[in-house]
Nanobody
Framework: QVQLVESGGGLVQPGGSLRLSCAAS????????MGWYRQAPGKQRELVAA???????NYADSVKGRFTISRDNAKNTVYLQMNSLKPEDTAVYYC????????????????WGQGTQVTVSS
């Protein structure tokens, strides 16, 4: 089993920045890819960004140029740096992990975090 614990969410004004962190523990040998999803009220969960252990990435078009995903393999932690935040970025952000990058990108990872709320509002 793998446990994912997110942190770093909160309330920020439009144009501001936040950095989310997700630390993995447990059977970490069973994960290669990690990523971030988000779900706004009344909407489906959507991929924000994903990254392999080698650093290959995939971003949603809506966040390209504003968000950056990175990971520290030594700490088994993935980060999401969010800049130029917009009210439409408001959502619960979930960390995801799986051995398969495809599974993370397709929304079927084996492991999910509990979610952290990000609210962008003035």
């Amino acid at each position: 089993q793998v446990q994912l614990v997110e942190s770093g969410g909160g309330l920020v004004q439009p144009g501001g920045s936040l950095r989310l962190s997700c630390a993995a523990s447990g059977s970490i040998f069973s994960i290669n890819a990690m990523g971030w999803y988000r779900q706004a009220p009344g909407k489906q969960r959507e991929l924000v960004a994903a990254i392999t252990s080698g650093g290959s990435t995939n971003y949603a078009d809506s966040v390209k140029g504003r968000f950056t995903i990175s990971r520290d393999n030594a700490k088994n932690t993935v980060y999401l740096q969010m800049n130029s935040l917009k009210p439409e970025d408001t959502a619960v952000y979930y960390c995801a992990a799986d051995l398969s990058f495809r599974a993370v990108v397709r929304g079927t990872p084996g492991y999910w975090g509990q979610g952290t709320q990000v609210t962008v509002s003035s």
